[in-house]
């Protein structure tokens, strides 16, 4: 149990030395938003395909009033963690009535209702152009323009967030959530009302969307478009079956996968998904556990070996 | 008075009949099974007296209450726990998760649901290993239910519904699919839980049912066609006719 957070630590004090403080940045924002889905996807076993909505809208939000109103930096994140779990509510509340791939294909539809918003309402977002020129506000003398300071912050609140998250699926909810995925039908039967149950893990992944859509925002000081589209939603899904979708740890592995190839890799060689797509077939044919299962087996072979 | 009352219930599937005009007392303290061939509506009756299905027609009273369209996690609360004749457990769970999740459910305050950790609930846990101590599987508590064999699994799927410290306790085929041996560690278990809940048992070994029913009603074709003791079931022209057949002429 302490290993893996050991291990988490030492690539939180490393990795700026390694890649660009903005990579490095990037890395630990993308691990929430995975732990945010992974809530849904590995531990209540729903696969969301919008998690780019609750992402996107925090974004948007709170980088208008950061933007226009000049709200702190703390404020800004309290508004994404507000307007991601709203949005979650909304959209949550359509798809848990459905199962299955219609459930599915609701996150995505409603994804792309959100994505069409921001696409048309151009004088609040700006459209195709995106929304420039969010600040990042300074905060008891500490100027977040300096790379580094923001990535001491950005990195704090990712150790945050998983502090919170690993108290989730260690609590009761965290185990009706496993049990409404190992077995639906006999969950209801027990006593829970499962839609509820959903829409509660829902909401708390929007939170977590929305909290990393806001450090984004601030992190390259736009809102690209990009932001509440479905290839971002279907990226933090495939980063985290990367990972693994089955540990609380998956998603943070496959974000750094992820973006470090993609932020890396790709100025080297254009053609960069293709290494992706060759890890994703490898991960799905042998290794269903992503990269977790595949260090763990590893891991035993070599103890074995010895 | 009845604990659980059935009252012209009915279920239909298009054309079929599943459950037809079914009037059922359950009294408490008592041992009430229901037999009837194959396809005689038993499972779907105990569908709608625990809310998985809403009933086509009539009412179902427990404890004088018409929980009549509640839905099934709500009844559940009320107090009325069921086993499954499938076994539906949590197959990557222990069987202590197993039976955690089912006595929280019915715990009396979700207080720290978010943020408590589990093993912080002390009363929870300890209802849960009552349950799996009361079928004998608590030396497994820490076995995933997945793995072990077909006749712990019944076990289990009776603990889990024990596990929630019911008022009803609906059975549905406990002794399915089990070797000879199994099945009489289940008859003393079912045994065992006499008079300490009220139970309603779907069964099909008429050997169980006649050792251990207080009272037996008889299902045929969705609907009932006798109610009595084990000896006045016995002799009973019509039931004879309908169930056992030709066999016990």
Same mark, same amino acid.
């Given at each position: 149990?302490?290993?893996?957070?050991?291990?988490?630590?030492?690539? #939180?004090?490393?990795?700026?030395?390694?890649?660009?403080? =903005? /990579?490095?940045?990037? *890395?630990?924002?993308?691990?929430?938003?995975?732990?945010?889905?992974?809530?849904?996807?590995?531990?209540?076993?729903?696969?969301?395909?919008?998690?780019?909505?609750?992402?996107?809208?925090?974004?948007?939000?709170?980088? @208008?009033?950061?933007?226009?109103?000049?709200?702190?930096?703390?404020?800004?994140?309290?508004?994404?963690?507000?307007?991601?779990?709203?949005?979650?509510? #909304?959209?949550?509340?359509?798809?848990?009535?459905?199962?299955?791939?219609?459930?599915?294909?609701?996150?995505?539809?409603?994804?792309?209702?959100?994505?069409?918003?921001?696409?048309?309402?151009?004088?609040?977002?700006?459209?195709?152009?995106?929304?420039?020129?969010?600040?990042?506000?300074?905060?008891?003398?500490?100027?977040?323009?300096?790379?580094?300071?923001?990535?001491?912050?950005?990195?704090?609140?990712?150790?945050?967030?998983?502090?919170?998250?690993q108290r989730i699926v260690e609590s009761p909810l965290g185990k009706i959530?496993?049990? /409404?995925?190992?077995?639906?039908?006999? =969950?209801?039967?027990?006593?829970?009302?499962?839609?509820?149950?959903?829409?509660?893990?829902?909401?708390?992944?929007?939170?977590?969307?929305?909290?990393?859509?806001?450090?984004?925002?601030?992190?390259?000081?736009?809102?690209?478009?990009?932001?509440?589209?479905?290839?971002?939603?279907?990226?933090? #899904?495939?980063?985290?079956? *990367?990972?693994?979708?089955?540990?609380? @740890?998956?998603?943070?592995?496959?974000?750094?996968?992820? *973006?470090?190839?993609?932020?890396?890799?790709?100025?080297?060689?254009?053609?960069?998904?293709?290494?992706?797509? #060759?890890?994703?077939?490898?991960?799905?044919?042998?290794?269903?556990?992503?990269?977790?299962? =595949?260090?763990?087996? *590893?891991?035993?072979?070599?103890?074995?070996?010895? | 008075?009845?604990?659980?009352?059935?009252?012209?219930?009915?279920?239909?599937?298009?054309?079929?009949?599943? $459950?037809?005009?079914?009037?059922?007392?359950?009294?408490?303290?008592?041992?009430?099974?229901?037999?009837? &061939?194959?396809?005689?509506?038993?499972?779907?009756?105990?569908?709608?007296?625990?809310?998985?299905?809403?009933?086509?027609?009539?009412?179902?009273?427990?404890?004088?209450?018409?929980?009549?369209?509640?839905?099934?996690?709500?009844?559940?609360?009320?107090?009325?726990?069921?086993?499954?004749?499938?076994?539906?457990?949590?197959?990557?769970?222990?069987?202590?998760?197993?039976?955690w $999740?089912?006595?929280f459910?019915?715990s009396?305050s979700w207080r720290g649901l978010l943020w408590r950790r589990t093993e912080s609930y002390a009363g929870v846990s300890?209802?849960?290993?009552?349950?799996?101590?009361?079928?004998?599987?608590?030396?497994?508590?820490?076995?995933?239910?997945?793995?072990?064999?077909?006749?712990?699994?019944?076990?289990?799927?009776?603990?889990?519904?024990?596990?929630?410290? &019911?008022?009803?306790?609906?059975?549905?085929? &406990?002794?399915?699919?089990?070797?000879?041996?199994?099945?009489?560690?289940?008859?003393?278990?079912?045994?065992?839980?006499?008079?300490?809940?009220?139970?309603?048992?779907?069964?099909?070994?008429?050997?169980?049912?006649?050792?251990?029913?207080?009272?037996?009603?008889?299902?045929?074709?969705?609907?009932?066609?006798?109610?009595?003791?084990?000896?006045?079931?016995?002799?009973?022209?019509?039931?004879?006719?309908?169930?056992?057949?030709?066999?016990?002429?």
């Amino acid at each position: 149990m302490k290993q893996p957070l050991v291990l988490v630590l030492a690539a #939180v004090v490393l990795l700026p030395l390694v890649v660009r403080h =903005a /990579i490095a940045t990037e *890395i630990w924002i993308f691990a929430i938003f995975g732990l945010g889905l992974n809530l849904l996807l590995g531990y209540t076993g729903l696969l969301s395909f919008g998690q780019a909505t609750f992402f996107g809208s925090a974004a948007y939000v709170a980088g @208008y009033l950061l933007k226009y109103y000049g709200i702190g930096i703390f404020t800004a994140l309290g508004v994404g963690i507000g307007v991601g779990a709203l949005s979650a509510l #909304v959209v949550g509340y359509l798809c848990v009535q459905r199962a299955g791939l219609y459930f599915i294909m609701l996150t995505f539809a409603l994804n792309q209702l959100f994505y069409f918003i921001a696409y048309q309402w151009t004088s609040v977002t700006g459209g195709e152009d995106g929304m420039p020129g969010i600040p990042r506000p300074a905060l008891l003398g500490i100027d977040f323009r300096q790379p580094l300071a923001y990535y001491v912050l950005v990195s704090a609140l990712f150790l945050l967030s998983l502090w919170a998250m690993q108290r989730i699926v260690e609590s009761p909810l965290g185990k009706i959530l496993q049990a /409404i995925r190992e077995n639906e039908v006999r =969950a209801e039967a027990l006593g829970y009302n499962v839609p509820r149950f959903k829409l509660l893990a829902f909401v708390i992944g929007g939170a977590f969307s929305g909290f990393a859509g806001v450090l984004y925002a601030m992190l390259f000081g736009i809102v690209p478009l990009e932001a509440i589209g479905f290839v971002f939603s279907g990226n933090v #899904v495939f980063a985290t079956l *990367i990972g693994g979708s089955g540990s609380l @740890y998956g998603p943070i592995i496959g974000s750094l996968v992820f *973006i470090w190839l993609s932020e890396s890799v790709s100025v080297l060689w254009a053609r960069w998904p293709l290494l992706l797509g #060759v890890a994703f077939v490898i991960v799905v044919l042998f290794f269903r556990g992503g990269v977790v299962e =595949a260090w763990s087996r *590893i891991w035993r072979f070599s103890k074995r070996a010895s | 008075m009845a604990l659980l009352e059935a009252r012209e219930l009915s279920k239909s599937f298009g054309a079929l009949t599943a $459950v037809n005009a079914v009037n059922l007392r359950i009294e408490p303290g008592t041992l009430h099974s229901i037999i009837g &061939p194959n396809g005689a509506g038993k499972t779907t009756l105990f569908n709608l007296l625990t809310g998985q299905f809403a009933p086509s027609a009539g009412r179902i009273l427990f404890d004088g209450r018409d929980i009549t369209g509640t839905r099934a996690h709500r009844i559940a609360h009320l107090g009325l726990a069921r086993s499954f004749q499938r076994t539906n457990v949590f197959p990557a769970f222990t069987l202590l998760d197993n039976v955690w $999740v089912a006595a929280f459910a019915c715990s009396r305050s979700w207080r720290g649901l978010l943020w408590r950790r589990t093993e912080s609930y002390a009363g929870v846990s300890a209802q849960a290993r009552q349950a799996l101590n009361d079928v004998g599987l608590i030396a497994k508590q820490s076995e995933l239910a997945r793995e072990i064999s077909h006749g712990e699994q019944r076990q289990l799927e009776l603990a889990i519904a024990l596990a929630a410290a &019911p008022r009803v306790l609906l059975l549905d085929e &406990p002794a399915a699919g089990l070797s000879p041996e199994e099945t009489r560690r289940m008859v003393a278990l079912v045994r065992a839980l006499k008079g300490r809940y009220t139970i309603v048992l779907i069964e099909h070994k008429m050997d169980i049912i006649m050792s251990v029913s207080d009272r037996i009603s008889v299902m045929h074709f969705g609907s009932l066609i006798a109610e009595g003791t084990p000896a006045e079931i016995q002799r009973n022209p019509e039931v004879r006719r309908a169930y056992l057949g030709g066999m016990a002429a």
